[in-house]
C-alpha cells in the first residue's frame, strides 16, 4: 500500500446497505471496472493512483462504483 494506506480501505461492513447485495453480481462488477482500467493506455494507467484491480474496489467501497440492474424484460426489447 502506498503513502500510509491502510488495509482497512479493501474492507467493507455489511450492514451498510437498506436492501440486500448480491456479493456475486458485486464482484462481477468490480471485475468488469478493472479490466476496463486494465485496457486503457499506458499512459492513462500510469496516472492511476493504484493498480487496475485495488482502483476498482477503493471504487466500489467509496460508493463511485454502484450497480445497476437490467430487467430481463427490457433486456428483450433492447435485443428486438
Given at each position: 500500500?502506498?503513502?500510509?494506506?491502510?488495509?482497512?480501505?479493501?474492507?467493507?461492513?455489511?450492514?451498510?446497505?437498506?436492501?440486500?447485495?448480491?456479493?456475486?453480481?458485486?464482484?462481477?462488477?468490480?471485475t468488469?471496472?478493472?479490466?476496463?482500467?486494465?485496457?486503457?493506455?499506458?499512459?492513462?494507467?500510469?496516472?492511476?493512483?493504484?493498480?487496475?484491480?485495488?482502483?476498482?474496489?477503493?471504487?466500489?467501497?467509496?460508493?463511485?462504483?454502484?450497480?445497476?440492474?437490467?430487467?430481463?424484460?427490457?433486456?428483450?426489447?433492447?435485443?428486438?
Amino acid at each position: 500500500m502506498k503513502g500510509g494506506e491502510s488495509y482497512l480501505n479493501l474492507l467493507e461492513p455489511h450492514d451498510q446497505y437498506d436492501e440486500k447485495v448480491n456479493l456475486y453480481e458485486k464482484v462481477i462488477v468490480m471485475t468488469k471496472r478493472a479490466k476496463s482500467l486494465y485496457s486503457l493506455e499506458e499512459s492513462a494507467r500510469a496516472r492511476l493512483k493504484h493498480k487496475p484491480t485495488y482502483q476498482a474496489i477503493l471504487e466500489s467501497n467509496e460508493g463511485r462504483l454502484t450497480m445497476k440492474r437490467v430487467e430481463p424484460e427490457n433486456l428483450e426489447k433492447e435485443n428486438i
